[in-house]
């Protein structure tokens, strides 16, 4: 399992991070989302033993970071920010290396690495030098290093920026696969990579963890949840009879499309009684959606309350 105890770090008068606690065990992916500069990076860095911790502690597979690094490192996969690695060697090469560097030898290094490449979909530029990669291929490149030794636990910062939608839903599928026997954290911005690969999310803001639940917990959070939106001809009186409605806390119209939503009081289910009254009302709608929540919306709740305090203590 990959585990912080209060972990920090401070510059200056700033908390990059602070008293961070995590836990993701074998079987959990954990989606890491914030905004720029909520401490994620400064986080994973601290886990994989880049950052030294100013205060608190993080293990790897039970390995402190600090006090046992070599052991730790052993047991975690790393793909960091901006996927460096040496531009100067061929594709080939570099994954030799890593190879080489990891410990893996013989018939069974190879078999892996040549595993790795077919995963990667890397057959074709194994000859060029990583510096004359498109930033998808480098990303690869850099993923396959992280995996070459089957990690039990990994830290993939961004791991598919830069790659095509197919590409995406591949390593989606690579990190799902993976997930069964380890410990994963993923930093994105992409809220539909955590529907796609993650089955628990943290969100972090002003260096704190600020939010943690399963997708599903976390969309219940949201004022989407259990929320009605429909398209329909311009009828004021049945927006009108809809906002009276005791379960209802609002209707809204996207300026945009003219979709309306009908939002909940308290979470409440209001799609029966949403339904009865446009059957009466004989408003024929189209597209009924009854919404599970939005985690963009929580997202965007939480960060923006963190900086509202943030500003209010200023």
Known sequence: ???????????????????????????????????????????????????????????????????????????????????????????????????????????PGRRRLDEMIERLQLQTVLSQTIETLSKGYRRRVCLAQALLHDPPALILDEPTDGLDPNQQREVHALIRGMARERAIIVSTHTLGEVRAACNRVAILAGGRLRVEGTPAELERRSRYHHAVSFRAPASALARELLGRLPEVDAVEVDPVDGRITVFPRDGQEIFHAVVQLLDEQRVRVDELQLERGRLEDVFRQVTSDTAADMAAAA
Do not use: W
């Open 1 to 107: 399992m990959i585990e912080t105890e209060h972990l920090g770090k401070r510059y200056g008068r700033i908390d990059a991070v602070a008293d961070l606690n995590l836990k993701v065990s074998p079987g959990q992916v954990l989606a890491l989302l914030g905004p720029n500069g909520a401490g994620k990076t400064t986080t994973m860095r601290m886990i994989a033993g880049f950052l030294m911790p100013g205060s608190g502690r993080a293990r790897v597979c039970g390995h402190d970071v600090v006090a046992e690094p070599i052991k730790a490192r052993r047991a975690l996969g790393y793909l960091p920010e901006g996927a460096p690695s040496y531009g100067e060697l061929s594709v080939s090469e570099f994954l030799a290396f890593a190879s080489r560097v990891r410990g893996l030898s013989g018939i």
